[in-house]
């Protein structure tokens, strides 16, 4: 849902704000929603879902429409009340637009006292923006992959290392490796990817090298790991825009991965190495 608004008039009864965007017949568009389920059976019970810029009190009605076209060309809008026992008047709140998917994996009591390495194949779909695209996050280890300016980095214990140094490609699939060396403070990455039906295109992104860095990151208690940026350390507008398949993570000796391909219609993010490490 989009965010509209609504107000109140002196005597106390619903009004429309004057802001929001106009429609067809000059009135702002200041209260945008959705009915759940979209179609129903008679009997059956049908959801309303409303959001407004400002909280407050918004007229509801029930009316049957004969005619939704409020166009000069066409017969005219009409629509006739319906009596029910809705109430005249409902309160409306900000509710904030969060689309897309993201997943949390908790980690807590886990430790990473030698090595930490996360695998995973990404495809951004607005790689030039800047966006949050992972983030292990612990006691006193946080350590993240951005895209920033399109170039893929790794951040961790003060050090920002680009992966590769040419930008990645709008709609491209990437292999993504980066691994923490905990016990002498070294950062290593990699990025590759497939070779393409072009092969002028592998020639101006030719395969990726493993690049190293030093940090400043020791062994650290763990508490998650974030996919696609929402919830840990970050900002809305840096969530990122695309596609990750195949997580990997691997926790000195531990090995955790992710099958994305399995429960499709629920919230769980399957863990597939026994250690039940499911993510939501």
Not at 109 to 118: D, M, N
Request: aromatic share 4%.
């Amino acid at each position: 849902m989009t965010e509209p608004e609504a107000t109140a008039n002196p005597d106390g009864t619903p009004s429309r704000a004057p802001a929001g965007e106009p429609r067809s017949d000059g009135e702002p568009k200041n209260i945008i929603g959705y009915c759940e389920p979209w179609s129903l059976r008679a009997g059956e019970t049908i959801r309303l879902l409303a959001s407004s810029h400002v909280p407050g009190p918004a007229a509801l009605s029930l009316v049957r429409l004969h005619c939704g076209d409020p166009t000069k060309a066409g017969p005219g809008y009409a629509e006739e009340a319906v009596t029910t026992s809705l109430p005249p008047a409902v309160e409306l709140r900000h509710q904030a637009l969060r689309p897309g998917s993201f997943a949390t994996i908790d980690l807590s009591g886990l430790s990473a006292s030698r090595s930490l390495e996360l695998r995973f194949a990404v495809m951004a779909t607005r790689p030039a923006e800047p966006q949050l695209i992972a983030t292990v996050a612990g006691q006193s280890l946080i350590a993240q992959i951005v895209l920033d300016g399109g170039i893929l980095r790794a951040r961790a214990g003060g050090t920002d290392l680009a992966l590769r140094p040419s930008p990645l490609a709008n709609r491209r699939w990437y292999d993504v490796e980066v691994a923490l060396d905990l016990s002498t403070g070294t950062i290593r990455g990699l990025v590759t990817t497939a070779p393409s039906v072009s092969p002028g295109r592998d020639l101006v992104e030719p395969d990726g090298e493993r690049v190293t860095a030093r940090m400043s990151v020791g062994a650290s208690m763990l508490d998650a790991l974030v996919f696609a940026g929402d919830g840990i350390g970050d900002e809305t507008d840096v969530r990122f825009d695309g596609r990750i398949a195949r997580p990997h993570l691997r926790i000195d000796d531990t090995e955790l991965w992710w099958d994305l391909s399995r429960e499709l219609d629920g919230p769980t993010m399957l863990e597939g190495s026994g250690n039940d490490r499911h993510g939501v």
